[in-house]
């Protein structure tokens, strides 16, 4: 049962680890796009925020 626990807890640190590793050998394919796309994010979010601040 402890260590049944354990790892059910360990898993999802595991399989995060390993996606941010995968990720890292990812992005020096996708670090424009990255970067692109979270600029588009962030200009709609500051977009939103404008439009619907109460002025």
């Known amino acids: 049962m ?3 626990f354990l790892t059910r ?3 999802p640190a595991w ?5 941010a590793v995968t990720s890292v050998l990812n992005s020096s394919k996708s670090t424009r796009t ?3 796309d979270s600029s ?3 200009t709609t ?3 939103h ?3 619907t601040a109460p002025t």
Do not use: I, Q, W
């Not at 399989?15 to 996606?19: D, F, L, Y």
């Open 2 to 4: 402890p260590s049944n």
């Open 9 to 11: 807890a360990a898993f």
């Open 15 to 19: 399989t995060a680890r390993k996606r």
């Open 34 to 36: 990255s970067v692109a």
């Open 40 to 42: 588009r994010k962030t």
């Open 45 to 47: 979010v500051f977009l």
């Open 49 to 51: 925020l404008k439009e």
